[in-house]
């Protein structure tokens, strides 16, 4: 909870997105569940996971949750590898073309809050996420 933090400031700024997130926390952990981290802080491992610890979300416009996909956009921070996933769609031949995607609700399905995530998506108001 010390060296495996990332931290998201802000999605705020940017046109048109319904749903936008600040001052974000997370802990990072491999497969084993031990903390994942390096030199500069939280690492993402796969397999591996992320708890999230604070932050808030703010949703402007109601919409159904059923249909939210998560598009990701991963780099890693090695001149041999770069970007992984841009907005969704897989930039790498050894990167399986549904990694990059996937369906909110169903992948959260057996996490704990998790419906109350997507509940709240379907409202809008804004929301703390710790």
């Known amino acids: ?6 931290r998201v400031f802000s ?3 940017v046109n048109n997105l319904p749903v936008t997130i600040s001052n ?18 939280g690492d993402f491992t796969f397999p591996g996971s992320a708890t999230l610890n604070q932050g808030t979300l703010v949703v402007s416009t109601r919409f159904d949750a059923r249909f939210i996909i998560g598009k990701l956009s991963l780099r890693k921070n090695d001149s041999s590898v770069g970007w992984v996933c841009v907005d969704g769609v897989a930039q790498n031949n050894l990167v399986r ?6 369906d909110f609700c169903d992948y959260y ?18 929301y703390k996420l710790d």
């Open 97 to 102: 073309p549904d990694f990059c995607t996937f």
């Open 11 to 13: 999605t705020q700024g």
């Open 24 to 41: 974000v926390v997370m802990a990072t952990y491999d497969a084993n569940d031990h903390p994942s981290c390096n030199s500069t802080g």
């Open 109 to 126: 399905g057996g996490v704990i809050n998790a419906q109350s995530i997507c509940d709240a998506l379907t409202q809008p108001g804004t």
């Open 1 to 6: 909870g010390t060296d495996n933090i990332i």
